[in-house]
């Protein structure tokens, strides 16, 4: 498996990706997306979303139906927690749904119950979430 950045010539596809989870969209502007591929072909995707300078959330999390089983979402996760380690965001965010509570805190991640301090474009998008989907979904932070 490997795992390249995604260029503007990937958006089409990376945005397909997005609609069949009912993710939003990319439009790759403060946003590192990246494609895992297996035997070259595009298994999945995933991205970090720059907030500040130094704030992030990592999502989009999406590994295609005949992908699944092999391990293809934590070497996402694994690249984008190093790059954004890399990159030196302080806070590390992600939304996801509930059931992945475990997989994400196997990558470091602790789920956040008090909200005080969170950056309000987190705050926004949590919120968002939480109407959007049917599936519980939880703040988490590395």
């Known amino acids: 498996m490997k795992i390249r950045l995604a260029s503007a010539s990937d958006l089409e596809w990376i945005n397909e990706q997005y609609k069949k989870a009912d993710f ?3 439009d790759l502007q403060n946003e590192y997306v990246v494609i895992a591929t297996i035997d070259n ?3 999945g995707v995933g991205r970090l979303v720059k907030i500040n300078e130094d704030t992030a959330e990592m ?3 999406y590994t295609l139906e005949e992908f ?3 391990k293809v979402a934590d070497s996402i996760v694994k690249h984008l927690v190093e790059q954004a380690q890399q990159i030196k965001y302080f806070n590390i965010y992600c939304i996801p749904f509930k059931p992945l509570k475990n997989f994400y805190a196997k990558h470091g991640f602790s789920e956040i119950t008090q909200f005080e301090h969170i950056h309000p474009d987190i705050l926004n998008k949590l919120n968002f979430c939480k109407k959007e989907y049917e599936t519980d979904v ?3 932070k590395i």
């Open 59 to 61: 999502g989009g999390i």
């Open 68 to 70: 699944r089983g092999k």
């Open 138 to 140: 939880l703040l988490m």
């Open 41 to 43: 072909e595009r298994a």
């Open 24 to 26: 939003l969209l990319s």
